[in-house]
């Protein structure tokens, strides 16, 4: 949001359950075009030239793919261009890692790229996909290394203890073999309404 706003001038509305991240994201767009809401994403509302989406459609589960295309559809003007960034699987599933909803994300489930498509049936056409998910083996990697490297400091904090370190570390590294291994993927969608010509053809 402020990348868009400092950048590009853009206007953003943005939604998160999140306490913290509202309050954080209030302090580092001050003064900026920013509101940020307190809100689930299904409340949102209006009309927008953009609707954008990081990391979201990991954690609202395969029931909710379509409602939340859906969301997209309605916030996006006649015209709007739609950007949806999210892990993604090789396979269809319904059920995340026990292991994985138990100690990191509850609930979690990433999409395959079947589940989106058949999400945006008679609503949205996918003008674009890329995937990147070699990429983020290397982000995981370098995460682990900062997070090795402060260990010995995050150590002593009582909130950190051994179990702590020997979970983290699995999963930034059981993620990473997921990337490198390519089952799992990280998708970029551009989306826009049906009926809508296409971003790069559009006639000025």
């Known amino acids: 949001a402020r990348f868009a706003a400092e950048r590009y001038g853009a206007h953003v509305t943005g939604h998160t359950v999140s306490k913290e991240q509202v309050a954080l994201g209030r302090e580092l767009c001050a003064g900026l075009p920013v509101e940020l809401k307190l809100q689930d994403y299904r ?18 589960g395969y029931k909710n793919y379509r409602g939340y295309m859906e969301v997209v559809d309605r916030c996006l003007k006649p015209d709007g261009i739609a950007f949806v ?33 058949a999400a945006t049936e008679e609503l949205l056409s996918i003008e674009d996909v890329h995937n990147f998910g070699p990429y983020y083996d290397q982000t995981l990697m370098a995460w682990h290394e900062r997070f090795e490297a402060a260990w010995p400091e995050l150590s002593k904090s ?47």
Not at 175 to 186: K, N, W
Request: glycine share 8%; charged share 20%; with cysteine.
């Open 43 to 60: 409340e949102a509302s209006g009309s927008y030239d953009a609707v954008v989406s990081i990391g979201l459609m990991e954690h609202i």
């Open 158 to 204: 009582s909130r950190y203890d051994e179990r702590f370190y020997r979970m983290w570390r699995y999963y930034l590294l059981s993620c990473a073999a997921g990337f490198r291994g390519r089952f799992t993927q990280l998708y970029q969608l551009v989306l826009t309404r049906i009926g809508t010509p296409q971003p790069d053809c559009r006639v000025s």
């Open 85 to 117: 960034h999210t892990i993604g699987g090789n396979r269809s599933r319904k059920l995340v890692d026990p292991w994985f909803h138990k100690y990191i994300f509850p609930n979690a489930l990433v999409p395959s790229l079947a589940q989106i498509s």
